[in-house]
């Protein structure tokens, strides 16, 4: 399956764990990508990302012609260092989120894997995507 969407990864235990970034064209999915990859995330996927299923478990990566490529709007698409796949672990919807939301999960393929709604511009973003990566374990669908 392909999906419009970015993805990026930060080391969580030791491994890869990955943000499936979605939300409508111009939203800011590259924008945040690029935030987050200069406080410490990778490139996976920029665009568009290939989602399979193994072992009761969601991957992603780049499709071959879009690897380490992702797009500076205002500028051009750049090369970038990547990763060539990652286990998503959480959905980041681009939104207004709200003040404390309840739990939320999103099925793709069907895997269960936590959500949350962010703001792309917010400053504060990438931080966000990373406390939530250590919050959620997504392999038992819950907060930790």
């Known amino acids: 399956m392909i999906r419009h969407a970015g993805l990026i990864a930060q080391r969580v235990g030791g491994r890869w764990i990955g943000v499936l970034i979605e939300g409508p064209s111009g939203a800011g999915k590259s924008d945040l990508a690029l935030r987050a ?10 665009d568009r990302v290939v989602l399979w299923t193994s072992g009761g478990r969601l991957y992603g990566r780049a499709p071959e012609a879009l690897h380490g490529l992702i797009e500076v709007r205002g500028l051009d698409v750049i090369r970038a260092d990547a990763l060539s796949l990652a286990e998503v672990g959480l959905v ?22 936590p959500a949350m709604t962010t703001s792309a511009f917010e400053e504060s973003a990438p931080a966000k995507l990373s406390r939530a990566l250590s919050s959620f374990d997504a392999a038992h669908n819950r907060r930790i």
């Open 37 to 46: 990859i200069g406080q410490g995330f990778r490139l996976v996927a920029d």
């Open 92 to 113: 980041a919807r681009l939104g207004e989120p709200d003040r404390i939301p309840d739990p939320e999960f999103h099925d793709i393929l069907g895997v269960s894997i």
